[in-house]
């Protein structure tokens, strides 16, 4: 007999969750960013390794050990999260501005989707990015540098949090943005300083005082610190105390994007 069960207005006839629908955006992000894999993937390797052939060639030689290490190893973690971070912020941020300048936001906002699996979706693509760039990264380092992972569940968990905590940002400025001079602003202003400023090419230590505490008030720089303490087991801060402050912060801007997605902001006319 065919189904006579009736629905009030706004009930959810999948359950709680819409695991279809949030495997299906999930799997539309990931697809989004290896379709384009020379873009998204191969080119960010190559980025970074220019990144460690030119520090190392410039000033490794004359600059000498940093704390106990040598320079070009010191850098290395640095690099390898700022390169994750800069992948999962645009993964986000660049799927929701482009959806909203070809005028179809309207497809993803359409579907019985609640706006945490919303989040959940963009999420799932931002991080798996972030993760396959690591991981690639992370093969050339141990390949061609020698750097294998000291406490690598330490790493892992510090780049999965760090491609999480970018990827909420990525989607507020895809959110507040409406077209695409207004990202680059946003990137080329907040989140590389945010990634260059944070202890990535050097020790936090050798900062004068006030841009010592202004970088001990960042998230990145205790990201990039726990990667390095994951990768070569030297860090300028507590690597326990740097994690709960960055997830203090991702769970706060998750929160942020979930209110933004719930009240349709700056999403529908």
Partial sequence: ???????????????????????????????????????????????????????????????????????????????????????????????????????????????????????????????????????????????????????PLIALAFVLLGATFLSALGMLAGIFANKFDQMAAITNFVITPLAFLSGTFYSAEALPQGLYQITHANPVFYLIDGVRYGMIDVSDSDPLFGFLFSLAWTLGVCAVTWWMFRRGYRLKA
Avoid at 12 to 19: A, D, E, I, L, S
Avoid at 69 to 77: K, L, Q, Y
Avoid at 91 to 118: C, F, R, Y
């Fill in 1 to 151: 007999m065919p189904d006579t069960q009736s629905y009030a207005p706004g009930d959810r006839r999948f359950g709680r969750v819409n695991w279809l629908g949030l495997y299906t955006l999930a799997e539309r992000e990931v697809l989004r960013f290896l379709n384009v894999w020379t873009q998204t993937l191969a080119a960010p390797l190559v980025t970074a390794g220019l990144f460690m052939v030119i520090f190392s060639i410039a000033i490794g030689p004359r600059r000498g050990d940093v704390m106990g290490v040598d320079f070009t190893t010191f850098i290395a973690p640095g690099i390898l999260m700022m390169t994750v971070i800069q992948n999962a912020f645009a993964n986000t941020s660049s799927s929701i501005v482009i959806a909203k300048v070809q005028g179809n936001i309207v497809d993803t906002l359409m579907p019985p989707l609640s706006p945490g699996e919303l989040v959940l979706g963009y999420l799932a693509g931002g991080v798996a990015r972030g993760l396959v760039v690591a991981v690639v990264i992370t093969i050339a380092f141990a390949l061609f540098v020698g750097i294998v992972p000291a406490h």
